[in-house]
Every structure is written in structure tokens, then in C-alpha cells.
């Protein structure tokens, strides 16, 4: 894992100082909101229903224990003993006081995290594919890419006010699991002759307007990608919308003046900027890429596993991945009990979690966007003393990518954007689909929550989405079919009117009873769903 | 009726005017009529409170209720934990919002 010089340190430590002079001066009534308003976004600090909420980011959703330990103690400490984890591989916190904010991010920057950038319109968090470093299929790992990207996206001078926020993906695999194309700028490392490269996408987004981000730069060599990252977002800070906020995000103006225009602008900025020499040298990316050498990892390490307990073998079957090191294997924490929240874990849990990653997970965790926690590296002799540790816990749900691992939004119970609550929906599908006999014969389902439009349970990308809607005060929840956000990327489309809380749970009740009714063997409902098209569940739905 | 709320300052808490200072219960929300916007600007201005604003709700027996659920969510607390709401030990507590 990467760990922060002493540079890194005292920009940190520095801004923790300057925010705790800013706090002082808001309590004693010496700046208004207006004026803290912006400083403390840039700090992640939002004001939510309830009480103010932190958003900390986890550079492409990585942690090691001693971070998960910190993160359990503030819940603790500072909150009310949980956090939630987030589609962009965060964590926040939704009951945070304003006077503490400046102790916990003091606490934070300890074990060398922070809360910059996780708001306002700047370049946040850079995520990336949960299994890098451990994924059979990848051509590198992608984290020192995204590390190096991070570097130069802090604090840059430029672009801290950009027409709109900034979301930025990089992956190393064929099989995209981070959900780059509906990113602003989606980077997949790509291997040719020899050398790794990066396949640049740019202008994805869900929201209002959800677009699939086209192919910008088709190979861009090591030594130029900041540069070439640079340029795109050069052309979008000049061009960019910021007379209207929903047309303010760079998916807009890559699709108003179309794929090859937006590329001809960027390749002629890109000419100007490579003369400027921002490119790092190549050496500092191999420094960068040392910090994430792979574990010592055993050569002998027993491949063999003990499937004799029927409850494991169904999770070994569900949640454990193949990994690219013989006799060792990937192990997906499901965040989504059923009836539980998703992406909810209490600080006891981080604990248990962190505790599982030192001694058996080479003190590793990833988080993922679709709120559950990766160990991405335990031998395979250990996975059955892992599990029982989880279970233990009741971090055992052998769930991943069936119907109950929903990813869901805040939504109206927290979100003051929202128009409706999504953790109740979210919890009554799970509970109607408990049954695991049930949910393994559905397969792979995707279903995904947002409480309003911007998206943030990324509905469009759901197999089966689900938007929350206000209807003159009530709540009303609209369906999608067909969207994903893996490499068979594409974006849901609403089938009809919208029903409430009840009404939407039967509706996805009935769409699962189509697909079992018409799948062909190996289908899955979104294969299903593309060979057959609507009319079959419209009909089912609301006839 | 008319509500004056916001979230406090230190706390962030949902807070209610009563006609005198602020509350964290609905039930001792006053009415503020037409009078909102100047109490509004008050305490602004003192900044007791972040970034106050006018609602409608109606009176019941039980006391003001928010009209819009929104409003009914931040009275209580998220539907989802009753534990975390501000009557943890009424189970029947989130029915009010709904
Ligand atoms: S999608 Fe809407 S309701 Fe959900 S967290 Fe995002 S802004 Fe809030």
C-alpha cells in the first residue's frame, strides 16, 4: 500500500490546522455560512437531514487495518457506532458535530487519511477495480496508476473549480467491476505489444442525463497520461457549462460537441501541455508501484479446501473469487444482511473486518462500489477460519451479486437531496427473496436504489433499477430494466408508471417470475431481459 | 400552520422554534404564521441556528406535523433505525412519518 512522505503528511496535518481556525471562527459567528459553506465541502463536510455528515475518502477504495481500526474507533468516538459505505468507495458518517469535525479529521490524518476533496466541484476520490493486485485477468495493477492520478489531482490549482464534480475510475481488466464508462473519465489499462497503456473513456456519468462514456484516447502511452488527463480536463474547464448545473458535467459537453470533436480539442491541447513537462519521469511511477509489490505470497500454499460444511461450500461457492497466486483465493464481505442496510457496518464489525485483513488477508481491505468490503488475499487453508470469523460477526451472507446484494443510497432516511427513502425498498426486496435456494436459481441479479435522480445508488446501471420519486408529497418508485455497469455496459430504461413501496417490491417480484418462466440455459436476467425485451414484463407488471 | 426550522450550529441537530428558542421536538414547534421570516432573519443573523427555513405543517392532537414526509423524517429520525430516532422506545414511532 502506498503510505504518505512527509510531504503528503504535512499537507494533510496542514489542512486539518487551517480547517480547525475556520470551525473556530464559524462557532464564535466570526465568518457566516455562506462564507464556511465552500470550506467546509472541501472538506467533506455536507449538512444532511440530521445532523452534518462526513464523507472519507479511501484512495481506490483501499485500507489496511490499522485504517479500519481508526475508522471504527470514530464511529465510536464521534458518531453513533457505525458508518456507511459508499458506491464510491468511501465512508461517511451521518452524525458528526461540527465542533468535533476538527479532532476526527486529526484522528483521520493519523493513520494518513483525510475528507479533501470528497465534496464540491473538483476531482474526487479515484476509484478503481476492487480485486487489483489479486484479479487473474488484469494486465498490471491498476492502483499505482490511480495513486499517481491522486497525487496530481490534490489540491490542483486548476481544476478546484471546475464547472461541475469530477469522478474518475481506472481498471486493468476486460471485466470492468468499478463501473469506469459511467465515470467522467474511465481509464482501463490495456497491454500492447508489450507495453501498458491506457484506454482513456470519457464523459460517463449517471444523473439526470446517464451516458456511457466514448472511447477519447485509444492508447496513451505511461509517459503521457497526465499530461493527456490534463488536456482532457483542460478542454472541459474552458468549455464547460457553468451558466447551468445540470448541464455543468463534462458528459454534457462531450456529447454536445460530439466524441471526435471533444478528441480533436484534447489532442490539440495535448500538443501544448506535453511541452509544459507535468509527466513525472517514468521512474516515479515504478517508485509509486513499489509501494504495491505483491504480498509474499507462500509458493507452496495448499490449493486444496475442505467443502464439507454444506453452509461454506455455499459461500465459498458465492462470495470467494479466484485469485491470480495459486492457493489463494478473493473474499467478498457482504455488507447486505438481509433486512439489513446496505453498506452499513458497525464499528465492532470494522473491527472484526480489520482484524480478519491483518491476520489473515496480508493486512489488506478494499472497499467496493457496490458497498462490500474485499480481503483480497487469503490463502485458501484459511478460508474456512475466516468465514467463521465472519459469521461470527454476521459478515457471512453468502449473497454477492444475487438480488439481496442490493446497492442502495442513503435515500430520504439521511439524504436532504432525496425524494424518497430507498433503504426500506432496498430491505423489503431482500426480505421477500430470502430464501437462498431462491436467490442462487435468480443468479446474478443486479438491483440498485437511488432515492432521486442524481443516481448515487446507481440505478441506471441496475439490472433492475429502482428511482424514488416525490408524487405531490408521496413517495413513488419508478422501475428500470437492462442497465449494467460492467463490460456489457449499458444504461436501464424505465418501463412504465411507478408504483409505491408495496407495489414496487411485487413488480420486481413478478419481473423475476418472467425471467424464470423464458430464460434459455446460462441466462442470466439481464441476457434474458436483452434477447426477449420488455413487452413480457410489461405485461407481467402491469397487466 | 407555519414552522420555523434548521439544524444547530455546534450540533447539526434538527431544531424547532418555539416562539421563544429553539427545540429538538416537534411537539414544542410554535407556530410562526406570518411572522417567519422576520424570526427568520433574527436568528440568522444571532446564527443560533444553520440556514433556517419556513415549513408547512398541521396542527394535530399530538402537536404540529410537518406536511411534506421530508420534513416528518428530519422530526424523527431515519425510519430505518428506530433506535437512532428520537423515540427509540416507541416502536410504533416511524407510523407518524409514513
Ligand atoms: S441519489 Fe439522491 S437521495 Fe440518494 S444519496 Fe444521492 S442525492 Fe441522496
Known amino acids: 500500500m502506498y503510505s504518505y512522505d512527509k510531504y503528503d503528511q504535512s499537507i494533510v496535518d496542514g489542512r486539518v490546522a487551517e480547517f480547525r481556525d475556520q470551525v473556530k471562527r464559524r462557532l464564535a459567528g466570526e465568518i457566516t455560512e455562506d462564507q464556511f459553506k465552500p470550506l467546509r465541502l472541501m472538506n467533506g463536510l455536507y449538512l444532511q437531514l440530521h445532523a452534518y455528515m462526513l464523507r472519507v475518502a479511501i484512495p481506490y477504495g483501499t485500507l489496511d487495518s490499522r485504517q479500519m481500526h481508526k475508522l471504527a474507533d470514530i464511529a465510536r468516538k464521534y458518531d453513533r457506532g457505525y458508518g456507511h459505505f459508499t458506491t464510491r468507495q468511501n465512508i461517511q458518517y451521518n452524525w458528526i458535530k461540527l465542533e468535533d469535525c476538527p479532532d476526527l479529521l486529526d484522528d483521520l490524518a493519523s493513520v494518513e487519511m483525510h475528507a479533501i476533496q470528497t465534496s464540491g466541484n473538483c476531482i474526487r476520490n479515484i476509484s478503481s477495480d476492487q480485486y487489483a493486485g489479486a484479479a487473474a485477468d488484469e494486465v498490471t495493477d491498476p492502483r499505482p496508476w490511480a495513486e499517481l492520478l491522486r497525487q496530481w489531482s490534490s489540491f490542483h490549482p486548476e481544476f478546484s473549480f471546475l464547472p ?54 485509444p492508447f496513451v502511452k505511461a509517459e503521457d497520461l497526465l ?48 511541452k509544459l513537462g507535468i509527466d513525472p519521469p517514468l521512474a516515479e511511477l515504478e517508485r509509486i508501484t513499489e509501494f504495491f509489490a505483491p504480498p509474499e505470497f507462500a509458493a507452496d500454499a495448499d490449493i486444496k479446501v475442505d467443502r464439507s460444511d454444506p453452509d461454506f461450500a455455499l459461500w465459498l461457492d458465492q462470495n470467494v473469487k479466484d485469485h491470480k497466486q495459486p492457493g489463494y483465493a478473493i473474499v467478498n464481505i457482504s455488507l447486505k444482511p438481509i433486512g439489513g442496510i446496505p453498506g452499513d457496518a458497525s464499528a465492532d464489525q470494522m473491527d472484526v473486518m480489520a482484524e480478519i485483513a491483518k491476520q489473515y488477508s496480508f493486512d489488506e481491505l478494499r472497499v467496493t462500489h457496490a458497498q462490500n468490503i474485499v480481503l483480497p488475499h487469503v490463502a485458501k487453508k484459511d478460508l474456512h477460519t475466516v468465514w467463521r470469523a465472519l459469521r461470527e460477526a454476521k459478515l ?95 444504461i436501464g430504461k424505465i418501463i412504465g408508471p411507478g408504483f409505491d413501496e408495496d407495489g414496487i417490491v411485487d413488480a420486481v417480484e413478478k419481473a423475476t417470475d418472467v425471467y424464470r418462466e423464458l430464460r434459455e440455459e446460462g441466462e442470466r436476467f439481464l441476457d434474458t431481459y436483452r434477447r426477449v425485451g420488455v413487452t413480457p414484463f410489461k405485461e407481467a407488471i402491469y397487466g | 400552520m407555519k414552522l420555523l426550522t434548521g439544524n444547530d450550529l455546534k450540533s447539526g441537530a434538527v431544531t424547532w422554534w418555539t416562539g421563544s428558542d429553539w427545540s429538538i421536538h416537534v411537539e414544542h414547534a410554535a407556530d410562526v404564521g406570518e411572522h417567519g421570516e422576520s424570526i427568520l432573519q433574527a436568528e440568522e443573523g444571532a446564527r443560533r441556528v444553520n440556514a433556517p427555513y419556513i415549513i408547512d405543517a398541521v396542527d394535530t392532537a ?37
Open chain 1, 396 to 490: 457471512a451472507d453468502a449473497n454477492l451479486d444475487l438480488i439481496s446484494d442490493i446497492i442502495s443510497c442513503p435515500g430520504l432516511d439521511y439524504c436532504s437531496l432525496a425524494n424518497a427513502r430507498s433503504i426500506p425498498v432496498a430491505q423489503k426486496i431482500a426480505t421477500r427473496f430470502a430464501d437462498m435456494d431462491r436467490q442462487r436459481d435468480l443468479g446474478e441479479l443486479k438491483l440498485k436504489i437511488s432515492g432521486c435522480i442524481n443516481a448515487c445508488g446507481h440505478h441506471h446501471a441496475g439490472h433492475i433499477g429502482i428511482l424514488g420519486v416525490d408524487r405531490k408529497g408521496v413517495e413513488n418508485y419508478q422501475l428500470t430494466f437492462g442497465g449494467s455497469g460492467a463490460e456489457d455496459v449499458a
Open chain 1, 164 to 217: 461541475r464534480k469530477f469522478k474518475i475510475a481506472v481498471i486493468a481488466s476486460k471485466e470492468d467491476r468499478a463501473a469506469m464508462r459511467l465515470h467522467d473519465i474511465g481509464i482501463e489499462l490495456t497491454q500492447k505489444n508489450g507495453e501498458i497503456g491506457a484506454r482513456v473513456f470519457v464523459g460517463g456519468g449517471m444523473g439526470r442525463t446517464p451516458m456511457i462514456a466514448p472511447e477519447i484516447g
Open chain 2, 62 to 98: 399530538e402537536g404540529p406535523r410537518p406536511a411534506h414526509i421530508k420534513e416528518r423524517v428530519r422530526a424523527l429520525g431515519p425510519t430505518v433505525r428506530p433506535d437512532l430516532t428520537l423515540k427509540p422506545a416507541d416502536p410504533d414511532a416511524g407510523d407518524w412519518v409514513i
Open chain 1, 227 to 274: 499530461s493527456y488527463i490534463e488536456a482532457c480536463m483542460r478542454v472541459y474547464n474552458r468549455f464547460g457549462r457553468r451558466d447551468n448545473m445540470y448541464k455543468a458535467r463534462i458528459k454534457i459537453l462531450v456529447h454536445e460537441i460530439g466524441a471526435d470533436e471533444y478528441r480533436r480539442q484534447v489532442e490539440e491541447e495535448f500538443a501544448h501541455v506535453k
